[in-house]
């Protein structure tokens, strides 16, 4: 089945410790996105690749970066992680940007000691 | 600032009954509304679209309605099965931002037999 893969589920990581979460995909789709959901909160884009081209959320914090080496795969990685950036951290891919919809991987939960 | 409002947390129906989620916005630039529907431990899923140029889309059980005048759509889910207990997200795109959705915080939806 063609899907969006978050590896690992859940992921604990040392203050300050940097930390790389990864997503790959075998739908082929241009976009993928990577969204930060905290509890009881909405989903919140944090930036997107269209094919190579990264586009940033004016509010995403310059401790989190994206790197895409290739359609399939795309990584985030948080610098220097703190407490307030424990949350579930969601990939997702579309086949164009615009109407088609998102596919979302299972996620992966990070904790901050 | 929350543009996508689901003031709802959660909502409980009959098995067989009508469930009705709500989903109001703010931002009159929306011009795309998507439902996703989320079972605990794996990433949303899309359920159902609309665009701002409809009132009603269809889709088997699942009917979403706009009213643009009032800035408000509602997921109209006949009849309800247990299997629909999940949270569901509205989530909404603004004209010319092609690939950002905004989310709302979601209504959890408990079918009770």
């Known amino acids: 089945d063609a899907m969006v893969i978050q590896n690992p589920r859940y992921q604990v990581t040392q203050f300050g410790k940097p930390v790389t979460l990864s997503c790959s995909q075998t739908?082929?789709?241009?976009?993928m996105y990577w969204y930060q959901q905290k509890s009881s909160q909405a989903p919140k884009l944090l930036f997107h690749?269209?094919?190579?081209?990264?586009?940033n959320e004016a509010d995403t914090p310059d401790n989190f970066q994206s790197r895409r080496p290739n359609t399939s795969f795309c990584f985030l990685d948080i610098r220097s992680p703190g407490l307030g950036d424990a949350a579930m951290y969601l990939c997702?891919?579309?086949?164009?940007?615009?109407?088609?919809?998102?596919?979302f991987g299972n996620g992966t939960r990070l904790t901050v000691t | 600032d929350q543009q996508v409002k689901q003031n709802s947390p959660s909502l409980s129906v009959q098995e067989g009954r009508i469930s009705i989620l709500n989903c109001d916005y703010t931002?009159?630039?929306?011009?795309?509304f998507l439902w996703y529907k989320k079972y605990p431990a794996e990433g949303p899923t899309f359920l159902i679209s609309?665009?701002?140029?409809?009132d009603k889309n269809e889709d088997g059980r699942f009917t979403v309605f706009l009213n643009k005048s009032a800035k408000h759509l509602s997921l109209h889910i006949v009849p309800s099965q247990p299997g629909d207990s999940a949270v569901y997200f509205c989530?909404?795109?603004?004209?010319?931002?092609?690939?950002?959705?905004?989310f709302g915080t979601g209504t959890r939806l408990q079918v009770t037999l």
């Open positions: 609309i665009s701002s140029i409809k």
């Open positions: 989530a909404a795109r603004e004209t010319g931002t092609a690939s950002k959705l905004t």
């Open positions: 931002n009159s630039m929306f011009d795309y």
């Open positions: 690749y269209y094919d190579k081209d990264f586009n």
């Open positions: 997702a891919t579309s086949v164009e940007a615009g109407v088609s919809p998102l596919h």
């Open positions: 739908l082929n789709h241009n976009v």
